[in-house]
């Protein structure tokens, strides 16, 4: 199979290259703000899927894994250290032991809450960056002139 080549305007490569740089800063932005309330980056991550698991508390090993983009072994020793920092504690399933849920602390709740509330504007930042983007790539509507 050929791929077809095309070609991106220069409009379309600078808010391409803003989109990015934008991107680069809030995530800049949220490791400090993750550092000043006493995690990593990686256990801010893990705490955030873990709180935001669409319709229950927690999360299953495999399910962080695949959320974090990480292998298992890898996600598995990053609960390790958040559980040994009291951030999140492992339950093992009634019906089936071999799986684990994992669910965030007291002490897990309230530093997800913190630095979740520390970029409140960077993720607004950063939304209305990605509006723009959007609004460059999709170039204008029906009936726009240039």
């Not at 990015?20 to 990593?40: C, I, N, Y």
């Not at 530093?111 to 983007?133: C, D, M, T, Y």
């Amino acid at each position: 199979m050929k791929a077809t080549a095309t070609r991106m305007s220069k409009a379309e490569l600078e808010a391409r290259a803003r989109f990015r740089r934008e991107l680069r800063q809030f995530e800049r932005a949220s490791e400090e703000a993750a550092r000043a309330h006493e995690v990593t980056w990686a256990q801010y991550q893990l705490l955030l899927q873990v709180g935001g698991m669409p319709g229950r508390d927690w999360a299953l090993v495999g399910e962080l894994a695949t959320a974090l983009a990480l292998r298992q072994h890898t996600t598995v020793e990053l609960i390790d250290r958040c559980e040994a920092a009291g951030l999140v504690e492992r339950t093992r399933e009634e019906d089936d032991q071999r799986k684990v849920r994992i669910s965030l602390t007291a002490l897990g709740r309230r530093k997800l809450n913190a630095v979740a509330v520390a970029q409140g504007r960077e993720i607004a930042h950063l939304l209305e960056v990605v509006r723009g983007a959007i609004g460059q790539a999709a170039g204008p509507g029906p009936g726009d002139s240039d």
